[in-house]
């Protein structure tokens, strides 16, 4: 089991920037790809950026050039800095940890509210 705790969303104006943080403990060692996924009011879920455990990472079009999936180790933490928030990036975001024996995203973090305002 893998056990993964955000923190760092907020309100913020649009043009600003967050700090997401990814917290993960439990069997670390399992894990193959990290990712940030987004949910917004009335819309699916969305795969937003990944790193896997390589340090390889990828991005959403959408947030390319602007959101940096990163990760500490030392600490089993992942981060997403978010850079020039639109109103469209508001959204719950959610951490989620992909073992290396599924091609699914098995665990999932409780999320936390982005609200970008105008």
């Known amino acids: 089991q893998v056990q993964l705790v955000e923190s760092g969303g907020g309100l913020v104006q649009a043009g600003g920037s967050l700090r997401l943080s990814c917290a993960a403990s439990?069997?670390?060692?399992?894990?193959?790809?990290m990712g940030w996924f987004r949910q917004a009011p009335g819309k699916q879920r969305e795969l937003v950026a990944t790193i896997t455990t390589s340090g390889s990472t990828n991005y959403r079009d959408p947030v390319k050039g602007r959101f940096t999936i990163s990760r500490d180790t030392t600490k089993n933490t992942v981060f997403l800095e978010m850079n020039s928030l639109k109103l469209e990036d508001t959204a719950v975001y959610y951490c989620?940890?992909?073992?290396?024996?599924?091609?699914?995203?098995?665990?999932w973090g409780q999320g936390t509210q982005v609200t970008v305002s105008s």
């Open positions: 989620a940890a992909r073992p290396n024996w599924t091609p699914l995203y098995n665990y």
């Open positions: 439990g069997s670390i060692s399992s894990i193959n790809v």
